[in-house]
């Protein structure tokens, strides 16, 4: 069981939603996001999503794309970032961690050395966008193996014959792309995701989450209602770009947190 | 037939979309459904006569094939050696062979019922190509282009414009190739349902690769014939060269070649001011090794952590820190040779044949022309090379000037 599995489980045993929050490693530089992130389960974070910065972040929009620019700009590696969570890890042992990027700077380490690496820091679990199912022997697979969670995003385009496959791999928790598009986009709609949810529930005993396109405590309230929970990523960033404290972000993370505790 | 034996060059990719470890299928899940039913539309199609039948019928009547093999006389004289025939695709509607590949593009589009088309382009060729196969079909077409590309290649830009195309220049990254293609795929992702991806090169992810080849490799098919029928040869080339970014023309040329082993397979990548530790060329292969970006494996320029790296090419259609997963298998296994030339040796050699054959070339083939004029003095008078010409220079005249000191008002 990884700290992962053991957050929904109890969060299911106190009737409560999750909330996912997201914030770039290393933006604008290491000592601001380590203190963000630091903060997080107090404002009542439930699951860290610690972004990997990419040169080339394709699913992503403006709000994330340039946190990516300002970390690298920063000097941020993959061996920082996942110095990073070593250094969470030394007071937080409970609080899940799951790192989400793209594939190149993984492959370039080496997949094998990179699971067993993010094993050794803390990490809990993986989502790596640009692997899908047919890809699985790439990460997934030796993830898996080493106990690592690797997270799957299911889309609007996930169709029925698409989604056993899909969820074959998949492990932690089913993450929900609620519109077809890139983060930071237009807002997600309920009444779209929760029907979409519960085909995906159907399918699976997982948790699903729901990200993309949720930017207050009303969204994350009302979509974090029609899934297990709900994933908040460039709102969260968008302050640390506007040079907000990590005080200040984290105040906005409270709210963000409590609304989909609300639901 | 050489497709059917075992050991062939050509039966490539594999059903993940593989070339040896390059290819594959790196997508985000939005666009994984897409991308294979554009593979199973594309497998119907391949075999399809009405298909084939309406290609044929635009390639001749709309494009103007078949492109002449010219044998470029006064070039090869001056070069001294070997024998040098010219692939006219400059010659094809929009000035490159891009059209080639963008008409079964569109056709497959239509097929599939898409009502939107979205293309990147880098010197704009891919641009112009699609933008006017769009107008022809009453299609709707959105063009990403880098920010640095919209400006040293103007007059493609106001093309695409006149042909109804909405340009959208690109400022993230150094805007150039690589960016444009980033924003080509989030365009995708979020317009998924009534939007197809027309994309420029043997790169992406499968089946793009595979199916542009199949569509360019009219060029090395046409080659072929036209060698054995003319007057005096009849028989295969024993070099075929091509420049490469992506390298879409390149194995457009080279694929109805691999199994011909007398034939030498040589691509010229972009090697902008020097392929060294400082980076500044788009050289790939040469400078660049294995790791993934825009849906494939391939060679890419990276740093140390896997961070993708912005090449420099004075071309802007070479201005790429990938190439196409194939060529990176050939390169591989040894089947084709990869060399590099450099912005000033490209420039000479486009001045070359604007002098001795009356024919301004593209800055992207004038790379191939380059490593001809290295490589034909040596070679016997009775060795034929085959140089794809693969676009026309009108477009670079500007940024030509610039480097030769001259000033010119656009």
Known sequence: ?263 | MAEDLPNSFMTGPDENGRFGIHGGRFVSETLMPLILELEAQYEHAKTDPEFWAEMDYLWKYYVGRPSPLYFAERLTEELGGAKIYLKREELNHTGAHKINNVLGQILLARRMGKTRIIAETGAGQHGVATATVCAKFGLKCVVYMGATDVERQAPNVFRMRLLGAEVHPVTSGRGTLKDAMNDALRDWVTNVRDTFYCIGTVAGPHPYPAMVRDFQSIIGKETRWQLEELEGEGRLPDTVIAAIGGGSNAMGLFYPFLDDKSVRIIGVEAGGHGVDDRMEHCASLTGGRPGVLHGNRTYLLQDEDGQILEGHSISAGLDYPGIGPEHAWLHDIGRADYVSVTDMEALDAFQMLCRTEGIIPALEPSHALAHVKKIAPTLPKDHIIVVNLSGRGDKDIFTVARHLGVEMQG
């Open chain 1, 1 to 263: 069981m990884t700290r992962i599995d053991a957050r929904f489980a109890a969060l299911k045993a106190e009737g409560k939603k999750a909330f996912v929050a997201y914030i770039m490693a290393g933006d604008p530089d290491i000592e601001t996001s380590l203190a963000v992130m630091k903060g997080m389960p107090a404002a009542g974070v439930d699951v860290i999503e610690l972004g990997m910065p990419f040169t080339d972040p394709m699913a992503d929009g403006p709000t994330i794309q340039l946190a990516g620019q300002r970390a690298l700009d920063g000097g941020q590696t993959l061996q920082k970032t996942l110095d990073m969570v070593a250094e969470f890890r030394k007071t937080d042992d409970v609080t899940p961690i799951v790192m989400m990027g793209y594939y190149n700077p993984i492959y370039n380490r080496g997949s094998e050395k990179f699971v067993a690496d993010a094993l050794k820091a803390g990490v809990d679990g993986l989502i790596v966008v640009d692997l899908p199912p047919e890809e699985d022997a790439e990460l997934c697979i030796p993830a898996k193996n080493a106990g690592l969670n690797f997270i799957r995003l299911a889309t609007p385009t996930t169709d029925d014959k698409r989604l056993p496959k899909v969820l074959q791999n998949t492990s932690g928790f089913v993450y929900y792309v609620s519109v077809t598009g890139i983060t930071g986009s237009q807002a997600a709609q309920a009444g779209d995701v929760g029907p979409e949810v519960a085909r995906i529930k159907a399918s699976t005993d997982l948790p699903v989450v729901v990200g993309f396109g949720i930017s207050t405590p009303e969204a994350a309230r009302t979509i974090a209602g029609v899934a297990d929970g709900c994933v908040v990523g460039s709102a969260i960033v968008k302050l640390v770009g506007e040079g907000k404290s990590p005080a200040e972000v984290l105040a906005r993370v409270a709210e963000l947190a409590a609304g989909a505790h609300s639901a």
